[in-house]
């Protein structure tokens, strides 16, 4: 690469947007949005200070007692003891070492290969895809299953409708039809703009904005269903319903209830497409538990006037109505349920498969959903055959760390926790994604190893043993490319790689070669070679669809191109409206089971075979708020994706005396002598974290809206129950999970007490690197 001291422009994609970096004498110095984008994210301009940021991890590291000691070493340092560094094929000898004697001692299911898939855009470069290669080239891995974002929702899903993200995410009602034909848009969780800034897979356009004001001028109105009024934005003129937090599926029910009453509701779809609507009445009108669920009932509960909730329903059957439901509203106690009764809603309605009405589950929670485009699969890096069968749900770690061969429910099976010895995380904080904090800290102090591919000192990096320093997304080339952009973006390399930092696939293939199987992981290739191998596939693929992808030198100098748009923008469910014989759908019955027999089956007495109104564990309505009357909505973050980027300029400018930002209603903070800017200390019988205050009227009172992604920096690194200085709040959070069906993370069923910090305040120490000894 360059050095001099002309500016050079460089295009590189990310998940929050696409780019050109600025870059002078072999630095960054600035980004520029992608020129066709109407609605640039916020986070882009953070990437500028990170790669050369204080907290890269420079070189392998080795936590100092894990290096003297190895796995007979004192677990409880992990979070608190000094690194030392070590050469790169030292580094890859202890981790190849371990990786061995664990598997031959214990069985290759004794490895736990953890990794999130938001470590880079690039279709290479992908760390999930990497990890999850390497492991099953030597042997495979315990993995774990489904996603934080849905993964009650996408347990529920295959009974009720169909495969969630083949059918519900991907074939989505299109953008145009809700534009062209939407009157009423109901939006349970409303819908975010700050959350679809980003897509998995790499962004150009930004379109839910776009989209979403395109239907408002086009006639749609808005309802949105949410504590916070910021959940939907301002120009959409959206009616407010703030219903008390975690009451959602109480009011869908309400407003079936008064649909069904007043015989507003299509029998005819239910008789034709739908099973089980006979079963799940009962319960509905009262019959089955003498409680009728009508809109007396539901008020109480969701903190509303009855008389809005009939409204509202009027409104719904009067109009084509589209019903919405984001991805945080199923990371609550019995998850499983607001998804399922939108469904059933939207089928009372009658409106499922015609274009601007029916359903949707996601919209805004990711930038893609509803995008037109083609039906067009990418090819990834093969992955392999994993050889071992049982995985664990992916909110489901700190039970199976602390709890090896303990039995548990999951989606119909009975199956136990494997006894995991070695832990391989890459490209994933799972101190941001996970609940209980304290609970997890003392989950990493019993596997035996903890490995880390890692580019920053995340809190997860400063729980490992080994550190192997990786690349970011400027110091490599690759090619992004996904199934819900059309953009396809020929990402160069703008530096060269900081310090010691290797890509993910250099640090694989010495650790496959370590282990005698380097040929079967690298079949040969270099990085080059893979991304020409991945985009001759693409090409192939592409021909196959009848239109051409130029060769990768055009790409390359064309830096970046749209593929072209599809024939159809698709209808969620209109195939199997319009023919339901011929499209059935797959469900047992090949219909929308509104009463689900297989689910029944399972016996859960929280996840019964309909969907139904079932109390929170911890909620506004319960026992627990006369204690923490104040419920906590921990949503993603607006200046960074998740935890990424978190020391960076966008996410640091966001701080209020260095600590994560907390919003909350002028008379909750009122009652407690609380001021704009305060520092308060936020806790429960969990834990307990400082926060900066805003006071809004944008949050309902009785809530306080905190943003994960706040790096763990606990005042006492490695102790369980310490305070986190800086504002994570998932030290208050539960770590149960949804329902025996899903397992999902049910962060947002939380409440809390917040008084103001006396005292001085304690220096965030998060973005500083550990302690690192250099040796002898």
Known sequence: MDNDSQLRVTPFATHWGTYHAEVRGGKVVGVRDYADDPDPAVIGPGIVDMVEHPTRVGRPMIRKGFLEKGKDSDRSGRGREPFVAVPWDEALEIASGELDRVRKAHGNQAIFGGSYGWGSAGRFHHAQSQVHRFLNCIGGYTPSIDTYSYAAVSAISPHVVGHFARL??????AWPHIVENCELMVMFGGMAIKNAQVTSGGVGRHTTREALLAAKQNGTQFVSVSPLRSDAIDLLDADWVAARPNSDTALMLALAHTIHSEGLHD?????????????????????????????????GICALEAEMIRSLARRMA??????????????????????????????????????????GIGYGSENGIGNPVLPFKFPAVPQGQNPIA?????????????????????NGRRTTYPDLRLVYWVGGNPFHHHQDINKLVAAFQRPETIIVNEIWWTPMARHADIVLPVT???????IAMTHWEPLIVAMRQAVEPVGEARHDYEIFSGLAHKLG?????????????????????????????????????ELRAREMITLPDPDRHPVLLESFRNDPEGNPLETPSGKIEIFSERIAGFDYDDC???????????????????????????????????SQFDPGSVSRA????????????PADAAARGLSEGDVVRVFNNRGACLAGIILSDTVMPGVVQLSTGAWYDPLEPGVVGSLCKHGNPNVLTRDKGTSRLGQGPSAHSTLVEVEKFEGPLPPITAFAPPPIEERD
């Open 168 to 173: 519900v995410l991907n074939q989505a009602t």
């Open 267 to 299: 029998q005819a779809f239910l008789d034709r497409y739908c099973t089980g609507f006979d079963r799940f009445l009962p319960y509905l009108t009262g019959q089955s538990d003498g409680q009728p669920k009508d809109a007396d009932w539901a008020a």
């Open 318 to 359: 009067g109009k084509r109505t589209m019903i919405t439901v984001s991805w945080s509203m199923q990371r609550a106690d019995h998850g499983e349920q607001p998804g399922w009764m939108a469904i059933v809603l939207a089928a009372m309605l009658g409106q499922i498969g015609l274009p601007g009405g029916g359903f």
């Open 390 to 410: 049982e995985g664990i749900p992916v909110a489901r770690i700190s039970d199976a760390l602390l709890h090896p061969g303990e039995p548990y429910d999951f």
């Open 472 to 478: 970011t997304v400027l110091e490599r080339e690759d």
């Open 517 to 553: 199987v380097g040929e079967t992981f690298t079949e040969g290739r270099s990085p080059e070679d893979w991304l020409r191998h991945l985009w001759d596939q693409a090409r192939q693929r592409a021909a196959e669809a009848n239109f051409e992808l130029p060769s990768l030198e």
């Open 608 to 642: 019964p075979g309909h969907p139904a109104w079932m109390e929170p564990y911890e909620w506004l309505g319960g026992p627990d708020a006369e204690h923490y009357p104040l419920h906590l909505v921990s949503n993603q973050p607006r200046t960074r994706l998740h």
């Open 654 to 665: 966001s701080k209020i005396q260095g600590r994560e930002p907390m919003t909350m209603n």
